[in-house]
């Protein structure tokens, strides 16, 4: 890598990624071929390194350095000559690789969270960046560039990279039922109000379905389908209301793969939010009491410190409806498809619990 790279001394990694993409394509505008080459090695080995970063698990510089990477071909898209748009930079090719980015994009933003940068994120180079912004934009390029993402295979391989496909998609879902839920003023005991997060119900659907999917995939003896499933649990929780028969039936499918599962140890990347392990105690707890219940209690997260309220008796009905800004319907449109409507007065989240049993036994067909 260093031997071509001393070769180009025009490839600079270190620049801003628009400015390297402008400087290629001005100085190569009439040579579509050293363009293509030049190109070519930027994102290959760009890539390259931030899995190298990856690897050193220094997750905040390989979010920037994939961040880099997407920046980079989006500028070189509006750019490149037209002949070569059709030919490279629009193929199938470049949307896997852009798909494939924004999926460890999406990785290296949950494993490098933690509990003291919940809504903003602090580089090393003191940049602020919004997390919720950042997790809409990047579902919303994962969501564009998969129109072909699942393989027709049936092989271990396949069937692995699906899984794993649906579950980082479940945690960007996850991430955005929290960090766009409803914040309420809730009142404790004596007369004690706190700001609390009432994860938003749309995304916390799509979560718990992702997770459905891709505890599918995985093979029975995969620690990581066992944590789907915790995590399936978990966003019946954040949907709200939702009937004690269907948790039952999820919690039987917990404790049945993991009677399957050698080692109960849940993996180091389970916890993209430190509520999770909160949520494998309360998943257990009402467990042992789940025949008393005829609805999950009404879960709220505390803002300050991260503390999972139960309220069986909180009710959400006085809670004024958020206005929907443009680029949430935009991103809604992408999610729930072309015919979705943001100025109907029915959304996904005001209807009636999708049946998620149903669901899982389709998937399962």
């Keep these: 890598m260093q031997d071509i790279l001393n070769l180009n001394p025009d490839i600079d990694f270190t620049v801003d990624a628009n400015y390297m993409a402008d400087n290629l394509c001005a100085r190569y505008a009439d040579d579509a071929y050293v363009l293509r ?73 949950n494993l490098d969270f933690n509990q003291k940068k919940r809504i903003k994120y602090v580089s090393s180079r003191c940049v602020r960046v919004n997390r919720l912004d950042l997790f809409k934009g990047i579902l919303y390029t994962i969501l564009e560039n998969s129109n072909d993402c699942i393989p027709t295979q049936d092989d271990f391989m396949h069937r692995h990279i699906t899984a794993e496909y649906f579950k980082v998609c479940a945690e960007i879902y996850e991430a955005i039922a929290l960090l766009d839920g409803k914040l309420i003023n809730y009142e404790q005991a004596d007369d004690l109000k706190v700001a609390v997060i009432m994860p938003q119900r749309m995304f916390s659907i799509y979560m718990t379905r992702h997770y459905m999917i891709a505890a599918q995939h995985y093979t029975v003896d995969d620690p990581n389908r066992l944590v789907c499933f915790h995590k399936i649990l978990m966003g019946l929780f954040f949907v709200n209301r939702i009937e004690i028969e269907t948790y039952n039936f999820f919690y039987s499918q917990l404790r049945e793969c993991a ?107």
């Design 37 to 109: 080459f030049k190109t070519n090695i930027v994102i290959k080995f760009r890539i390259i390194q931030a899995f190298f970063e990856v690897i050193s698990k220094d997750y905040g510089t390989a979010f920037f350095s994939f961040r880099w990477i997407l920046q980079f071909i989006s500028s070189v898209r509006s750019k490149f000559p037209n002949d070569l748009n059709a030919t490279f930079i629009n193929s199938s090719e470049i949307s896997w690789v852009v798909r494939q980015v924004s999926l460890y994009l999406s990785k290296c933003l």
């Design 259 to 365: 009677k399957n599962i050698k080692d109960s140890h849940i993996s180091n990347d389970y916890s993209n939010f430190p509520l999770s392990g909160t949520f494998v105690n309360i998943i257990n707890s009402v467990g042992l009491r789940r025949h008393t219940l005829k609805f999950l209690p009404t879960v709220l997260i505390r803002l300050a410190t991260n503390e999972v309220i139960m309220d069986s008796e909180f009710s959400s009905e006085s809670i004024c409806r958020p206005v929907c800004t443009k680029e949430a319907g935009k991103l809604k449109r992408k999610v729930l498809g072309s015919n979705y409507d943001d100025n109907d007065h029915i959304g996904l989240e005001d209807m009636s619990t999708y049946d998620l049993i149903s669901f899982w036994k389709q998937i399962k067909m």
